[in-house]
């Protein structure tokens, strides 16, 4: 419940919330509420932590990895549609062939690659949980370590030069966040 009381004083922790500003309606002070600038934490220990648990971190990369498989294979379904186009097709017909083509790409690119994001979420925890460092070594092993266990079924060559490939697509990847952040600041 809000605090109606007399401690309105400001403070820097807190900024006041007005759910009305957007509408352009005058309301009356006590409409306000203070909330907190910062996450609060149960524990402190929790605050010294910069990173997401490892089931909000399996969500995310799977969750991104099956939409970006989704769009990049409803895209290619599409394509491949457009050239299957007959002489004789109607405009119904053509665009039930997109549809269907891209429906079916889409659902299979996205189960394919999230996947793969499962993988490597799943690798990055444990890989954090173990030596409880977050850093770039930590993301490339777990890149390296998908790889392999994506292509094992193939042999042990296919295992390796998929595990380098992740490897160096992960630690590509957080190198380059790493650099936008140094940039941002």
């Known amino acids: ?26 309301v009356p002070v006590t409409t306000l509420y203070k909330l907190p600038t910062s996450p609060e934490f149960l524990f402190s220990e929790e605050s010294t932590h910069q990173r997401r648990s490892w089931g909000e971190n399996l969500t995310f990369y799977t969750g991104t ?11 290619v379904g599409f394509f491949s ?3 299957n186009f007959e002489a ?4 119904k017909l053509k665009i039930n062939r997109i549809l269907n083509s891209s429906g079916h790409s889409g659902r299979s690119w996205g189960n394919r690659v999230g996947i793969v994001g499962l993988i490597y979420a799943g690798m990055e925890s444990g890989i954090v949980a173990a030596t409880d460092r977050d850093d770039v ?11 392999a266990v994506c292509r094992a079924a193939r042999g042990v060559r296919s295992a390796a030069v998929a595990g380098a490939l992740g490897g160096l ?17």
């Open 1 to 26: 419940m809000a605090n109606h009381g007399s401690d309105r004083e400001t403070d820097l922790n807190t900024r006041l919330y007005n759910p009305y500003r957007d509408l352009n309606i005058q």
């Open 65 to 75: 990895a099956y939409l970006a498989g989704s769009v990049s294979g409803a895209a």
């Open 88 to 91: 004789g097709d109607t405009m």
């Open 137 to 147: 070594w930590s993301s490339v092993a777990a890149g390296l370590g998908t790889g």
């Open 81 to 83: 549609a457009v050239r």
């Open 169 to 185: 697509a992960a630690g590509a990847v957080v190198a380059g966040l790493e650099k936008e952040k140094r940039i941002e600041d």
